[in-house]
Nanobody, 124 residues
Framework: QVQLVESGGGLVQAGGSLRLSCAAS????????MGWYRQAPGKQREVVAT??????????TYPDSVKGRFTISRDNAKNTVYLQMNSLKPEDTAVYYC???????????????WGQGTQVTVSS
């Protein structure tokens, strides 16, 4: 079994920064793409950023609302993906989820796993 555990969320004032982490553990053979998503109250979950195993991101696909403020990165040795969030705004308030495409030991395909989410609240 594979688990994703997010950390780093919390309450921050507008203009502040937070760094989210998501560590994958369990019976892991390989991790392909990883990503961050968020869901605000009353809204659908939206993608924030994704990153390939090789570390490539396509910033053009980031939502306009986070471009230039959020940066995704990963450490393959630690099976961990990060989201650096700067210049936070009240509209960034949401539950942030990570996901990962994981090939478990003994498996022939990649399966997508999700973390439980971490709350980010930005006060004005």
């Amino acid at each position: 079994q594979v688990q994703l555990v997010e950390s780093g969320g919390g309450l921050v004032q507008a203009g502040g920064s937070l760094r989210l982490s998501c560590a994958a553990s369990g019976s892991i053979f390989s991790i392909n793409a990883m990503g961050w998503y968020r869901q605000a109250p009353g809204k659908q979950r939206e993608v924030v950023a994704t990153i390939t195993r090789g570390g490539s991101t396509n910033y053009a696909t980031y939502p306009d609302s986070v471009k230039g403020r959020f940066t995704i990165s990963r450490d393959n040795a630690k099976n961990t993906v990060y989201l650096q969030m700067n210049s936070l705004k009240p509209e960034d308030t949401a539950v942030y989820y990570c996901n990962a495409a994981v090939k478990s030991s003994g498996s022939s395909w990649y399966q997508t796993y999700w973390g439980q989410g971490t709350q980010v609240t930005v006060s004005s």
